[in-house]
């Protein structure tokens, strides 16, 4: 009884769709991720329209949106709708602005999306590691995107040399692909995921939800292999690397492949579907026997829409997961949450006291310009350096909460720009060290003549800091040279 009544409030629809591949067409090296198909060759290889049935997920998925059903659908379909009320109030889709200063996407969505994966949709795996973007992908008005991808297709191929392909194709350094293979091949990874969060974004709420252009996805377990084809796009339109192709697919037509798509979505919710999956065990396996586990998707018209229905606005979010092992039954029945780390503010009264404490070097430099000091000309310039330097430093820890755990993962640009001030320090501080310890006698016999004692001081101290420093590194050097061979000779 509650299966009809599900039915019967579903929002099934027919509906055509663009882009599916005839079936006809072979895949040879004249179609294939070898060659963008241009408009002449578009209508030898796409059907214009073709008559699909899109069933309505949401009440296939539970009768009510919950966590658990969410989860469990996933598993099953490899997709899902959940329930999850975000905290991002700016939807950066500025890659490099993200990347370079952080925002609401690193800070808040990541940390969200992180917990949805680790605590749900993949609770019976270990998580090895999770590469987020420092932006969305927007669409709609308002975006860079004001279009959507009303068309059949999937966006990373079947297998890891199709993945790394698209990774090439946007990045010009070829960084991304050699650091997804090195963490692939990393001790403890079983396997990759894709998995795209897409959620709509225009203030939808249940009384006035998203109708225009929703997303409908196949389900993978009805795809065959053989029904695919690869396809390109010339990545420099599309802001990647000019003279590089994509490796995407494009799909034939079958009765036994399934659509669905969720009816009168809100901002309140996200839909989480597999883009991509290959395992360790999948590196010998022949192409034409890999399954398809990427859902092939796409953007259509709701003959519901009613008319002057404002235009969707929606993100993506396309998430890089790195999977363990599988859980033991023991570990699973333990049911241990994962915690997002803790917000940037409001700041703990620790950070508090060391962000004071790093602008009282302030002090150094009014020491130093109101005082005398010439027998050591380079004394207002190294304090000077030293003491904008370390401001500079304290101030981006206390901005991105560095020493917080889990907070140098979420913002390794922080952390590089961190590492080079530290450097940088170490530098200025062997300066100061220079000047400093040749005239220790000033310390003990100040004067105007040669060096008062304000600027001493504030040459002195940091060299001394610096000076420890220096000789715990070598110490702790000497240590690890030294111990593990005393310790292989025994």
Request: hydrophobic share 35%; aromatic share 12%; charged share 20%.
């Amino acid at each position: 009884m509650d299966e009809e009544n599900q039915q019967q409030n579903a929002l099934d629809v027919t509906v055509e769709f663009p882009h599916f591949v005839r079936p006809e067409v072979v895949p040879d090296n004249q179609q294939s991720a070898d060659k963008v198909i241009d408009d002449a060759d578009y209508e030898k290889t796409y059907i214009p329209k073709q008559t699909v049935f899109v069933r309505d997920a949401r009440p296939l998925q539970g009768p009510s949106l919950t966590e658990a059903n969410a989860s469990k659908f996933f598993q099953e379909k490899s997709f899902c709708l959940f329930p999850q009320k975000t905290n991002v109030k700016k939807w950066n889709e500025d890659y490099i602005k993200g990347m370079m200063f952080g925002s609401d996407i690193s800070r808040v969505y990541a940390p969200e999306i992180e917990a949805i994966i680790r605590n749900n949709l993949l609770s019976d795996y270990h998580i090895a590691g999770i590469d987020f973007p420092p932006a969305v992908l927007r669409r709609g008005p308002g975006s860079k995107n004001n279009f959507y991808g009303t068309g059949v297709h999937q966006d990373f191929g079947l297998t890891l040399v199709d993945y790394k392909k698209n990774l090439d194709a946007y990045d010009p350094t070829g960084g991304n692909s050699i650091s997804m293979e090195y963490k692939f091949k990393e001790e403890g990874v079983c396997g990759i995921m894709i998995i795209n969060f897409w959620r709509p974004i225009g203030g939808y709420t249940t009384e006035n939800p998203l109708l225009s252009n929703p997303l409908a996805v196949c389900d993978p377990s009805g795809v065959d292999t053989s029904d695919t084809l690869h396809t390109a796009l010339d990545a420099k339109k599309f802001g990647g690397v000019k003279d590089k192709l994509t490796d995407q697919m494009g799909l034939k037509y079958s009765p036994k492949q399934e659509w669905f798509y969720y009816s009168k979505m809100t901002d309140d919710e996200v839909l989480a579907f597999k883009q991509f999956e290959f395992w360790h065990t999948d590196i010998d396996v022949k192409r034409e026997n890999f399954p398809v586990r990427g859902c092939f998707h796409t953007a259509f018209q709701d003959p519901n829409t009613p008319e002057n229905s404002p235009p969707r606005k929606s993100t993506e979010f396309r998430v890089t997961v790195f999977v363990g092992k599988k859980k033991t039954s023991e570990e699973i029945s333990k049911g241990e949450k994962w915690i997002p780390p803790a917000p940037l503010w409001p700041k703990t009264s620790s950070e508090w006291g060391t962000f004071c404490l790093d602008f009282a070097s302030i002090g150094m430099i009014f020491a130093t310009v109101f005082a005398e000091c010439p027998a050591i000309p380079g004394a207002l310039g190294f304090v000077f350096s030293f003491c904008i330097i370390g401001l500079i430093l304290g101030s981006i820890k206390f901005t991105f909460s560095l020493k917080r755990e889990g907070r140098k993962e979420l913002h390794p640009c922080a952390k590089v720009f961190t590492d080079i001030l530290g450097v940088a320090q170490l530098c200025t501080g062997i300066w100061g060290m220079v000047l400093s310890f040749p005239n220790l006698s000033y310390l003990a016999n100040p004067s105007p003549d040669t060096c008062e004692i304000g600027p001493m001081v504030s040459i002195f101290i940091p060299a001394l800091i610096i000076a420890v420093v220096i000789a715990g590194i070598v110490v702790m050097g000497i240590y690890y040279t030294v111990v593990p061979k005393k310790s292989e000779n025994a």
